[in-house]
């Protein structure tokens, strides 16, 4: 009976971690898109009116939205649950997929170094 006890409090605790990761995983990334964004030179927009806050709403969470407004284009992330968007132009969006593809070939190195370490 013991040992019932002990094995449902391991697998209690193994099913909460596992939970809490794929929970952190996910923030993470929201983090690391808007860390990516702020470094390759966005700037942290908050809506003052209104019709500015709507517009924020329209946008596609999670993914950045290319607008074009008085002959220039704008790249805009909206971050809705802080109420700001991070805007920045062709310059910082080229900047930020450099930066993606940085960070995707450094985080692929780091997944093959430990699966040779493990070996």
């Known amino acids: 009976?013991?040992?019932i006890r002990v094995s449902?409090?391991?697998i209690s605790a193994i099913?909460?971690?596992a939970l809490t990761v794929g929970c952190a995983t996910t923030q993470t990334s929201t983090q690391s898109?808007?860390?990516m964004l702020v470094a390759s030179g966005f700037k942290t927009i908050?809506?003052?009116t209104a019709a500015q806050q709507q517009k924020l709403q329209q946008l596609p969470p999670g993914k950045i939205a290319?607008?074009?407004k008085k002959g220039k284009t704008y790249y805009i992330?909206?971050?809705a649950a802080h109420n700001q968007a991070y805007v920045g132009g062709p310059q910082e969006y080229?900047?930020?997929?450099?930066l993606r593809v940085a960070n995707k070939l450094a985080q692929e190195n780091l997944e093959s170094a430990e699966m040779y370490n493990d070996a």
Do not use: G, H, R
Not at 94 to 98: E, I, N
């Open 1 to 3: 009976m013991k040992q």
């Open 8 to 10: 449902f409090k391991m």
């Open 15 to 17: 099913a909460v971690l």
């Open 33 to 35: 898109k808007e860390s």
């Open 46 to 48: 908050t809506p003052k």
């Open 66 to 68: 290319m607008i074009n």
């Open 77 to 79: 992330f909206p971050d």
């Open 94 to 98: 080229q900047a930020y997929q450099q």
